[in-house]
């Protein structure tokens, strides 16, 4: 009977699908035969699924020419950078010993990126059996015979740094890090001599010794500076003929004009650099044997990052430069944009840049511009008001402290307002020591004196005003000379909470918030109206007439002794502009008024 369901099962056309030997039978019997399943579809499925499992090997096996599919279902892994892969077979179509099915691919490649597509392999049977019918559509439904598929990478162009107004201050570009290895130099002492010779005009504190110190006791290359392209291009030639020296280009922000708040762009740079390059775009391309790209196969366009915007205003920034850079002691001046807050200025001499960033960050005895906030306090407390009447005298008696005018000037008993106009320091001192020892502290944070502002790009320091329990220093502090100490971006801040009648937040970089720690209690508008009046008097008739033919300007000048002389200040707004300017050791408050009436002047109509 064995014998003759043998003869049966080899002769009957619907037995093809059994694999069953004679010897197989004998040993096992008939529920042993395992018939293959029926359809091209298990044939289709085996071949994705080694293909998805990166097992090229199996994948190439269930194909008609394993030789070729073999190398190119490897080169596809690996130029497309594929991290992973899932596949599927769909629907089959079957035409006699031919039939079509269908397969969806998608792919993981770098960086999170997904591709899906779909295609159909064409199947074949031969002997009973459905193989894949290797053709490149195998791989891809566009693919030709000669070509490959490689990803590529497309990077989205740098995100730019615009001021104020408009124009850009940083730009996508190039820039060539120089650098030198002292032991292929031959001679590092001649070398850094050619070296600091060829990059000094760049960067002026590169000396050949600090060369020679530096790069031999680097180990390997030591940077030397960083230069913009149109640097670059006129020592590059001289460069190249020193042994031991090397550039190397990089994409940067660079700067348009180098003369522009140089230091503050410098900080913006560094706090905004990681979030300029946006998101890359990719595609796939199809390659010809040449290497060359011949077609898409799908495209991700990249995304830019939005450009970024600072406060600073270019042509109030370049007044404010051109005016503090007359000065040959150090001068400085903070401008600030009260209806929003925009630090619109902040320049300072070379003179100034010796100690650091000090227009924001430099405290400094205010002077009689610190009678702004006394004079705040005495409206606040019930003291006073612009017309009470405040005794004028050449010199008042304190405590222990006798406290005198300029050049011991009287003018009797006067309204606030006149005192203020002609800064009278007996006036104010006499007003502090009636104050409670706190009052003077409060009102400064009332105009924005004494938190702590967390600037994004920008160091500040508004200032210190101490509550002040001992009669002399509350004395003193009340015109400025006492503990207090201010900086230009603080009294800028409290000019600019007069004109708006709150205090605004500072701020540089559009999109970063500006954190405050501290106190800022609100403002009573007697305070704010009274000290508008005061402050426009100065102008018109007291300490800064000089400056009065540049529009409607409110201020208070001011004059702090220190050792070796007095500073020069003068603070105040015109229109939606605050100002702080401050001349170290300038002597006459009047020379700060003529450094702010020079950038008043330089400025455009419409300022």
Known sequence: MAAMN???????????????????????????????????SPAAEAFVEAFAKKDIARAAKATDEPQDAQIALARTWQDLQAESMTASTGSARIDGDTAVVEYTYEWQLPKNRVWTYSGTLLMGRRNGDWTVRWTSADIHPKLSETQTMSLRATPAPRARVNEHSGSDVLVPGTVHRISIDASKTGNIVAVANSLAGALSRFDPTITAQSIVESATAAKGDYRVATLKQEDFDTVELVLSTMPGVTSHDEADLVSTDRSFAPDLISQVKKTIIDDVDGKAGWSVVTVNPDGVDTGVLTETKPQPSASFTISLDRPIQEAAQAAVNVSADQAMMVVIQPSTGAILAVAQNKAADRDGPVATTGLYPPGSTFKIITAAAAIDGGLATPDSSVPCPGRIEIGDRSIPNYNEFSLGTVPMATAFARSCNTSFAKLASEMAPNALNVAASELGIGPDYTVVGLPTDSGSVPPATELVQRTEDGFGQGKVVVSPFGMALAAATVARGSTPVPQLINGFDTKIEGDRPPIKPPMIDGLRDMMRLVVTSGTATRIADQGEIYGKTGEAEVEGGSHAWFVGYRGDIAFATLVVRGGSSDNAVAVTRDMFAALPDGY
């Open 6 to 40: 043998i003869r049966s099962l080899r002769t009957s056309p619907g037995a093809r699908g059994l694999v069953c030997g004679t010897v197989v039978l004998l040993t096992f019997g008939l529920s042993s035969c395992t018939p293959k399943p029926a359809g091209p």
